[in-house]
Each structure stands twice: as structure tokens, then as C-alpha cells.
């Protein structure tokens, strides 16, 4: 059964330096999303994306956050200048039509 | 603003017992209704769903759910669990025409054999 899969599965980077977290979706789908979970907390929505561009983002989406496909397989997640409480699991998800979205195993994020 | 509630955050039974665990949320337009499971070291997958049409909708693994409307809720059944079914279980909605999930806070369900 085909997966979402992300990389790195842990990622620990210093505050203030930049990170990309990457997705490679289930191959026929059109909807790619980002999501997080801080520890303890709800998982949060972060973007959609559809078509080539950014179809929703939360306010949690600033302007430090950036979302690519770069190539036909490829969705990623840039922070730009990471701070302390950007530390989180992000998951990436994908669909094929607008709302049945399937999961990545995520990847934790640790900023020190 | 627009939320989702689990009133369970633990919840610890026995094999065989039968399980309900709660969701409400709060919006008053369209919703589609999703309930995940994270089994422990795996990602979060989709058991079941409801869009419209019969509120009583089933999923995997003997997992059922109904949709009442008049109550905001959207409870997760099962007549009979079993010791892998020891995980943690996420009630999410979508509002109106909107894509993002509005996921409430878990329910962390053990099982002893």
C-alpha cells in the first residue's frame, strides 16, 4: 500500500539556523498539507497546498515557515530562522481529493 | 473559534470490554467527521469517516462511529476490543469547505490482555 514517507525522521538544529523537512507523497495525490504536534499539545494544521500554491496556512504559518514542491515527487517545509518553541513532530499529509488525508510518520524537530 | 473536544484522555479497559470514546465539536455549518489512530511508534492513520448519508459509518478493524447532529458529536464504537487496539485515538473534523483538519487532543486507550 502506497505511504507518505518524511525525512529525516529527527532533525536537531541550533536556534536561528534554517531547516527543511521533507515529504515525498502518496504519487496520485493533489492535496499536500503540513501539520504539527508540540509535546503534550494537539496536532495543529500548518498549509495546505494545491495546484502549486499555498490554499490555506494557519497563523501559526508566518512568515519564517515556506512550503516547496521542487520536483514531481518531492513537498517540503522550510523554516527559515528556527526558534526554541518551533521544537515539534511535523507530519506531512497528503490526498487525492480535498479532505481524506493520509499521514507521514512525521519527523521530530528539536531546536537547542 | 472552532474546536474539537475528546473528554476522555486516558482511558484503560479490559479485552473484550466494549469502547466509546467521546468527540464533540463546536461549529455549526458543515463539518466532515474523521476519527485516527496512532498505533505507538507508527503514524497516524485513518480508521473511519463520514461526509454525509447514513450517520452510522464503519471502518477498519470493527471500529464504528455515529454522526449526531444535534448533539455536535461523532463517539467512537467498538463491541470488543483487544490488546492491539492499545493506542492513541484522534478525533478531527473539516469545516465547511475548508481542507484543514481541527484534530482534538487524544485519547490514549490501554488495553490489558
Known amino acids: 500500500e502506497p505511504e507518505v514517507t518524511q525525512t529525516p525522521s529527527h532533525q536537531v538544529t541550533q536556534m536561528g539556523q534554517e531547516v527543511i523537512l521533507r515529504c515525498v507523497p502518496i504519487?496520485?495525490?493533489?492535496?499536500f498539507y503540513w501539520y504539527r504536534q508540540i509535546l503534550g499539545q494537539k496536532v495543529e494544521f500548518l498549509v495546505s497546498f494545491y495546484n502549486n500554491e499555498i490554499s490555506e496556512k494557519s497563523e501559526i504559518f508566518d512568515d519564517q515557515f515556506s512550503v516547496e514542491r521542487p520536483d514531481g515527487s518531492n513537498f517540503t517545509l522550510k523554516i527559515r530562522s528556527t526558534k526554541l518553541e518551533d521544537s515539534a513532530m511535523y507530519f506531512c499529509a497528503s490526498s487525492e481529493r480535498a479532505y481524506e488525508q493520509y499521514f507521514g510518520p512525521g519527523t521530530r524537530l528539536t531546536v537547542t | 473559534a472552532q474546536s474539537v473536544s475528546q473528554h476522555n484522555h486516558h482511558v484503560i479497559l479490559s479485552e473484550a470490554a466494549s469502547l466509546e470514546l467521546g468527540c464533540n465539536y463546536s461549529y455549526g455549518g458543515t463539518v466532515n467527521l474523521f476519527w485516527y489512530v496512532q498505533y505507538p511508534g507508527q503514524h497516524l492513520q485513518l480508521l473511519l469517516k463520514?461526509?454525509?448519508?447514513?450517520?452510522l459509518v464503519k471502518g477498519i478493524k470493527g471500529f464504528e462511529a455515529e454522526f449526531i447532529k444535534s448533539k455536535f458529536s461523532f463517539n467512537l464504537r467498538k463491541p470488543s476490543v483487544q490488546w492491539s487496539d492499545t493506542a492513541e485515538y484522534f478525533c478531527a473534523v473539516t469545516l465547511g469547505g475548508f481542507q484543514k483538519l481541527v484534530f482534538g487532543t487524544g485519547t490514549r486507550l490501554l488495553v490489558s490482555p
Open positions: 463520514y461526509f454525509s448519508g447514513d450517520p
Open positions: 504519487s496520485n495525490h493533489l492535496y
